[in-house]
């Protein structure tokens, strides 16, 4: 059963581009939404949670920029701006947080790759 | 910060014997440790985790011990087989402003020969 879909799963990104990724739920039992990066040495980092409509929160790494917004209970949006190195966008989910924390799942990922 | 290190970036065990991973932390509050398997081109896939309350867990082939005291976690997987091969990332749980995250090691490429 998937969990998650992400759209696009790849994408070339012209240097200076931004890029608007997706990530829809597809089981509200698992509300705790994520964002981690995978970048080209295979290296994740954990970007973002986002449990609740509305929330909003931006950060800068080395290599790129990011935006992240939790749009509805079933759809994250995350936008990639400043790109200069390849990496590739995990959407995650898991049931809670805390001493509920459990098992966070994957989504298929979107490659980016820098032209 | 809060760091997970993973000793082995690569390992290569014959069909059927043992593979081990080890894995250590830095944060003492960390209560929750998964590992996860990543074969090439695909996505990350959950296969087993534990938690601070226990010091061992088995799941078929795979067994995760967690040594406290140590800060430190590993990975043994049996009889291993040629479709075990992949990318083994170990992680411990960070809890902070925006919840839990999950902190990563770098990773430890398995390759399972017949």
């Known amino acids: 059963v998937t969990l998650l879909e992400q759209n696009p799963r790849w994408r070339l990104v012209p240097r200076g581009q931004a890029v608007n990724l997706r990530c829809i739920l597809k089981?509200?039992?698992?509300?705790?939404m994520s964002w981690y990066q995978q970048d080209l040495q295979k290296q994740l980092q954990w970007l973002f949670t986002?449990?609740?409509?509305?929330?909003?929160?931006v950060k800068s790494l080395p290599g790129a920029d990011y935006l992240a917004t939790r749009v509805t209970d079933t759809e994250l949006r995350l936008q990639v701006a400043n790109m200069s190195q390849g990496r590739t966008l995990y959407c995650t989910c898991?049931?809670?947080?805390?001493?509920?924390?459990?098992?966070?799942?994957f989504g298929p990922g979107t490659r980016l790759t820098v032209l | 910060g809060e760091k997970v290190e993973q000793h082995e970036s690569t390992l290569s065990v014959r069909e059927g014997d043992s593979a081990v991973i080890n894995c250590t932390y830095t944060?003492?509050?960390?209560?929750?440790f998964p590992w996860y398997k990543q074969e090439a081109g695909k996505s990350l896939h959950f296969v087993i985790d534990?938690?601070?309350?226990?010091d061992r867990k088995q799941s078929q082939r795979l067994i995760v011990l967690l040594d406290k005291k140590a800060k430190r976690f590993s990975l043994h997987i049996t009889a291993t087989q040629p479709e075990d091969s992949a990318i083994y990332f170990c992680?411990?749980?960070?809890?902070?402003?925006?919840?839990?995250?999950?902190?990563f090691g770098i990773g430890t490429l398995l390759s399972v020969k017949p």
């Open positions: 992680a411990a749980s960070v809890y902070g402003s925006s919840g839990n995250k999950l902190i």
């Open positions: 089981n509200s039992q698992y509300p705790w």
């Open positions: 986002l449990r609740s409509p509305g929330d909003k929160e």
């Open positions: 944060d003492t509050a960390s209560s929750y």
């Open positions: 534990i938690r601070s309350n226990v």
């Open positions: 898991r049931t809670g947080t805390g001493i509920n924390y459990a098992e966070q799942f």
